[in-house]
Every structure is written in structure tokens, then in C-alpha cells.
């Protein structure tokens, strides 16, 4: 099973801009990876979504103009580059792996739609 690992977390000041990797310990011959974040005393949220073979993208509204996701097939990796960062967005970042298709605009924001989860890496904006 694919388990996808993040990183680039950090601290960083607000306005600023800051770039996360999701990478796979096996070749992501999935459907979708997607980006969720998880901020102290509150639910997980959708973040963002690349489908693998289209690179079709989807963003939450919260995110859209700021945050874009991609996807490098040859480096097996997804990225999130975050800017404009706001204290609000201080979260545990997730990468998540879908492998199976069947989602579209209004489930793929679903993490219980997600097969395989990271460890999540640590974003902190500072005021």
C-alpha cells in the first residue's frame, strides 16, 4: 500500500509563503492525493485535491487564489505551495491518497474517502 510522507512544515511569518511535499513510499498509481490540515481544537478540513492521471485540481474556498497543488509524475511527489499564509491556517498538514476513482467536485473534499493517510507535517504561522 502506498503511504504518502510529508514535509516541509514549518514556522513562518504571516504574508509569507511556504511550499509542502508529499511523497510515496511506492508509485502513486492512484486516483487522487489531497491536502488536509487539522488546526489545535478543531476538525480536520479539506485543503485541496490533484486527481493523479488528469491533474484535474480542487481547491476549498478558504484556499482558492493562494494555494495551488501539483504534481511532479516523474519525482512520484505532490506539492502544496501555500502563500499569503494567515495565523488562522497554524495546522497540522496532511497528505492523503485516494486509489480508487469515483469522486468528483462535491465528495473528492471527503477524508473519509481517502485510503492511505501521512503523518502530517507541522505549519505555523506566526502574527
Known amino acids: 500500500q502506498v503511504q504518502p510522507v510529508e514535509s516541509g512544515g514549518g514556522l513562518v511569518q504571516a504574508g509569507d509563503s511556504l511550499r509542502l511535499s508529499c511523497a510515496a513510499s511506492?508509485?502513486?498509481?492512484?486516483?487522487?492525493l489531497g491536502w488536509f490540515r487539522q488546526a489545535p481544537g478543531k476538525e480536520r478540513e479539506f485543503v485541496a485535491a490533484i486527481t493523479w492521471s488528469t491533474g484535474t485540481t480542487y481547491y476549498a474556498d478558504s484556499v482558492k487564489g493562494r494555494f495551488t497543488i501539483s504534481r511532479d509524475n516523474a519525482k512520484n511527489t505532490v506539492y502544496l505551495q501555500m502563500n499569503t499564509l494567515g495565523p488562522e491556517e497554524t495546522a497540522v498538514y496532511y497528505c492523503?491518497?485516494?486509489?480508487?476513482?469515483?469522486?468528483?467536485?462535491?465528495?473528492?473534499?471527503?477524508?473519509?474517502?481517502?485510503?492511505?493517510w501521512g503523518q502530517g507535517t507541522q505549519v505555523t504561522v506566526s502574527s
Open positions: 492523503a491518497a485516494r486509489f480508487a476513482g469515483g469522486l468528483g467536485p462535491n465528495t473528492i473534499g471527503r477524508e473519509s474517502k481517502y485510503d492511505s
Open positions: 511506492g508509485h502513486f498509481s492512484n486516483y487522487a
